[in-house]
């Protein structure tokens, strides 16, 4: 499975054609949150005309700078809202989780540490107990504390979302733009494919039977 990965949009889709230029073919489009800039109010025709510009499946998520009535927008299009909620793509289990840990700025969409554990352990129990053998994959806004959450007064990632990192096999995140890039956390490969209103994404291609394969990403500026 070939996942097209993209956070941060911020409202801004314009590097979205370029993007599906230079990726190829792929299966399946996560959007890991902050699709608007403080929206979706007046600006849900140009989110749904972003999400038309995909012929393939797409998964989003909302951001600490989305409004929570992103939630009925994103119920409302051809986008699957996974916030709070899990699918199955064959033999993959994607789990999300939107929003953020708490934040100096006090954005619109963010959850208590406590919140966060809590819908992340049913969640994953869902998954680890569904008979289901291939790979559980945790989309989140907010990186696990620890990884891809690095600014320079420290680590400011979810210390929530970092106790599922042994529980999990892919955690695909955004939220801090400066910390772009791949690292391992526990068993979990995480994934922030930066800003995407800057033309930055991620191609992840995923086993989705063997869960030893290795997780295979390419990080792709337009």
Known sequence: ????????????????????????????VVITGDLTNFGPDGQVE??????????KPVF?????????????????SKATNLHARAENIGNVRFIGLGGS????????????????EETLEGLVCSAENSGECGPIVLLTHAPPQGACDEIPCGHVGSGAIRK??????????????EAKGIENLGKAL?????????????????????????????????
């Open 164 to 177: 599922f990192a042994d529980r999990v096999d892919l955690i695909i995140c955004g939220h801090i733009h």
């Open 60 to 76: 989003a998520i909302p951001g600490n700078c989305d409004l929570k009535s992103l939630l009925k927008t994103l119920d409302e």
């Open 101 to 116: 840990n708490p934040t100096p700025f006090e954005t619109p969409f963010e959850l208590p540490e406590e919140e966060i």
């Open 46 to 55: 140009e989110l749904f005309e972003m999400f038309d510009k995909f012929e």
């Open 190 to 222: 995480v994934v922030n494919p930066g800003e995407a209103c800057k033309g930055s994404c991620a191609l992840i291609t995923l086993a989705e039977t063997e869960k030893e394969k290795p997780i295979e990403v390419e990080l792709i500026e337009v």
């Open 1 to 28: 499975m070939k996942i097209l990965a993209i956070s941060d949009l911020h409202g801004n889709y314009s590097k979205i054609k370029l993007m599906l230029e230079k990726v190829g073919d792929f299966d399946l």
